[in-house]
Nanobody
Framework: VQLQASGGGLVQAGASLSLSCAASGRTFSDYAMGWFRQVPGKERELITAVSRDGNRIYYTPPVKGRFTISRDNAKNTLYLQMNSLKPEDTAVYYC????????????????WGQGTQVTVSS
């Protein structure tokens, strides 16, 4: 499956930003999806994941209550709504896919998108 993320940009602290990830090549609903982020010098960090049917969702504690993951299986698209952004949210954000939800939770993901930069100024 090919993944194309978009929607990154530069915003001020407290603002909102929405990311999208368009999937192609395979049946979107066959894959669990998620978002990772990475800052220079650090490992990629899982921030949120959603199961194939949308019934299971995980958020890492630093973003819980501020970020919302959603998917539209009819449009083959994954979304990440980010509210109340903080400077520490600055990172490259990657959408990911795997047939097995647990593999996303353990960062053993098969498919990665190209990343989109999110920069939050103070």
């Amino acid at each position: 499956v090919q993944l194309q993320a978009s929607g990154g940009g530069l915003v001020q602290a407290g603002a909102s930003l929405s990311l999208s990830c368009a999937a192609s090549g395979r049946t979107f609903s066959d894959y669990a999806m998620g978002w990772f982020r990475q800052v220079p010098g650090k490992e990629r960090e899982l921030i949120t994941a959603v199961s194939r049917d949308g019934n299971r969702i995980y958020y890492t504690p630093p973003v819980k209550g501020r970020f919302t993951i959603s998917r539209d299986n009819a449009k083959n698209t994954l979304y990440l709504q980010m509210n109340s952004l903080k400077p520490e949210d600055t990172a490259v954000y990657y959408c990911v896919a795997d047939a097995i939800y647990a593999r996303i939770l353990t960062a053993q993901v098969n498919y990665w998108g190209q990343g989109t930069q999110v920069t939050v100024s103070s």
